[in-house]
């Protein structure tokens, strides 16, 4: 596959990392890093029936990080090129060498341990190769605008439908001995039809993003709901400011469930920049909350069989019992904190948070039966998250729910909380689940937020 897909095949850049890490030991390197990646993709925008942009990309690079002295005084340096000739590689190790020679020492810099290095990756089949044509990317796009405007007369703008194609393989090595890598593929299809006309506009979208192009949703079914989305949100209102339970519809969950990553990360921890600083053992969601890792499931978008240091990666209870059970660290920030890697250099790997109280039940439309009275939110706007202090304002839309049942739109409000509030008052996750990225969620229950208003 490789050799039809790419241009060189995975054996070639192993063959280039390897030349990479003895030209590092030539020059005098005490440690040698490389990694070496090629890609290609199309990508393809239509609006109003007319093509906008048609897009091919064809990228290859090569980046080398060489290390100077002994563990616990190592200078660290980093250069890049995109030609692979030898004597641009030789060129780039010296580029590193010298910036190395200048910087200054840092006690926890260095490669992850040969222990925690992942010598025997498994396949998880992460490559779908999608060869589409320009002619029929934006035949697809067409089809999915067409969808939108199909529904009602008052989609009649669009700011457009994409069809996006790429595919992608890499390696990495070190003077450890680890090398490995493999290929991966992302495809997505999208659409944001507004709604009305004047004053009264609305816009709203969905997209659809898969590994394997065969899974992704059909055309037709992303236009449509993308313009039965929009629809719902004319004629909006405003809401007087209150105190009232807030169910995040699941598409921004997993905002939710991101914020939490960012405030136990290792950065933000040795920073001592996060509300969550030593919050490993300790209670920091509802009791019924759980969040799991599983980086090895077979052609998930969020699968890898190690991380981008090449450490091991694993399945693991971050959150158990609403208890954090475990930080995301890179080998740096490990060693900043006197801890040791969780493979998560380059973030999470598919990531799901769950309840132990969920029941069959709690689908969207049970979801909105326990919210019974209070928000729907599915847009937020802004980045109003103070990691520092966990204080959380945003700008938002959605709708206004009583006894379980939509009623109205409403706009230009915003909610407000802190995080450790937000976090332990979460009352039930349904099972309308999605996965946005590496994380994946249902929507979200919240007993009580601050509605600003009129």
Not at 157 to 169: F, L, T
Not at 258 to 270: C, M, T, W
Not at 364 to 388: H, I, P
């Amino acid at each position: 596959m490789s050799h039809s897909v790419f241009t060189h095949s995975q054996d070639q850049l192993k063959q280039l990392a390897q030349d990479v890490l003895r030209f590092a030991k030539e020059k005098g390197a005490s440690d040698a890093a490389v990694e070496i990646s090629e890609g290609n993709g199309l990508s393809v925008t239509v609006r109003k029936g007319n093509i906008e942009t048609i897009e091919q990309n064809k990228d290859k690079g090569i980046g080398v990080t060489i290390h100077l002295g002994k563990e616990g005084h190592i200078r660290r340096g980093n250069a890049s090129t995109s030609d692979f000739s030898e004597q641009a590689l030789r060129d780039t190790v010296d580029a590193a060498y010298n910036i190395a020679r200048f910087t200054a020492e840092d006690d926890c810099a260095g490669l992850p341990d040969a222990d925690t290095l992942e010598m025997h990756p498994r396949d998880l089949h992460l490559c779908y190769p999608w060869l589409i044509s320009s002619a029929d990317a934006v035949e697809i796009a067409k089809r999915i605008e067409a969808a939108a405007f199909d529904v009602d007369k008052r989609i009649a703008n669009s700011e457009g439908a994409s069809v996006y194609a790429q595919q992608s393989h890499f390696v990495l090595a070190n003077s450890r001995g680890f090398i490995g890598g493999y290929p991966y593929s992302r495809h997505t299809l999208s659409v944001a039809p507004i709604a009305g006309k004047g004053a009264n506009m609305q816009r709203d979208d969905w997209y659809s993003s898969m590994r394997d192009p065969a899974k992704l949703a059909k055309p037709e079914e992303i236009g449509r709901y993308a313009a039965e989305r929009a629809l719902a949100r004319l004629n909006a209102r405003k809401l007087d400011t209150r105190k009232c339970p807030v169910l995040f519809e699941a598409p921004l969950a997993t905002g939710l469930l991101g914020s939490f990553v960012q405030a136990i990360s290792g950065g933000a921890l040795y920073r001592k920049s996060t509300f969550l600083l030593d919050s490993l053992g300790h209670s920091v969601f509802a009791p019924h909350i759980q969040i799991v890792e599983d980086p090895h499931v077979v052609g998930a978008v969020g699968s890898a069989p190690f991380d981008e240091e090449g450490v091991k990666t694993g399945h693991r209870d971050v959150v158990k019992d609403g208890v954090v059970q475990g930080y995301f660290l890179s080998t740096y920030s490990a060693r900043k904190l006197g801890m040791k890697t969780t493979g998560n250099a380059g973030g999470s790997h598919n990531l799901k948070l769950q309840s132990s109280l969920t029941q069959a039940e709690d689908d969207f439309a049970g979801m909105l039966r326990k919210l019974d009275t209070g928000l729907l939110v599915t847009e937020l706007m802004g980045q109003g998250v103070n990691y520092v202090t966990g204080d959380y304002s945003r700008g938002a839309s959605g709708y206004w729910v009583e006894n379980g049942v939509i009623q109205y739109p409403v706009e230009e409000i915003t909610i407000a909380g802190n995080m450790k509030d937000m976090f332990r008052q979460i009352v039930a996750i349904g099972t309308d689940t999605l996965i946005r990225g590496t994380k994946e969620t249902g929507s979200v229950l919240i007993e009580s937020m601050t509605i600003a208003g009129n």
